[in-house]
């Protein structure tokens, strides 16, 4: 399982309940966070470096207490996250290594705007680049490489969901 973020905290608001499910049926997961996350710090007076050390730090034991020992930082920056060829080649190249059956991220399909939160422009970049990239993923000719195939997509943040997973014991 490959589990793509915009920022740090986005995969445990979002989806780390049936994460967590399915790592105890066996599975294993990598998380991919694109931004550093510096801009969402909630105290005055912290430079940006420190900002940035402590929210991958939260991400890194988030992580660890379900069982994801693998955290990938693309050290973007937190909220001018921009939609690219070269965004979509680090996506690829990462679905490649991984090879992951599964994938998780925001929906790039809801446009609904009804939650600042929800639809920051650095999850709505994330969304369309992730589901670009597993597309690419599998084109042997778009860039270089083994292809990969994902077999599953689960989006979180959609409008009109259409899965369900029961989290109760997670």
């Not at 510096?38 to 069982?67: C, H, S, Y």
Request: proline residues 4%; hydrophobic residues 45%.
């Amino acid at each position: 399982i490959l589990c793509f973020a915009a920022h740090p905290d986005d995969l445990e608001y979002s989806c780390t309940g049936a994460l967590h499910r399915l790592l105890a049926e066996g599975h294993t997961a990598a998380y991919v966070i694109a931004t550093n996350g510096e801009n969402g710090f909630k105290e005055d007076g912290v430079p940006r470096e420190e900002r940035v050390r402590i929210r991958r730090e939260e991400q890194l034991v988030a992580a660890r207490a379900i069982g994801v020992e693998d955290v990938v930082f693309l050290d973007h920056r937190d909220g001018f996250l921009e939609y690219s060829a070269a965004l979509r080649r680090q996506l690829v190249d990462l679905i490649r290594a991984y090879r992951p059956e599964l994938v998780f991220s925001f929906d790039p399909a809801n446009r609904t705007f009804e939650n600042l939160h929800l639809f920051h422009r650095d999850h709505r970049v994330v969304a369309e680049a992730v589901f670009d990239a597993c597309f690419a993923a599998k084109n042997r000719f778009m860039f270089p490489g083994e292809p990969h195939r994902v077999q599953k997509l689960y989006l979180f943040g959609a409008a009109e969901p259409n899965h369900f997973e029961d989290i109760t014991a997670f």
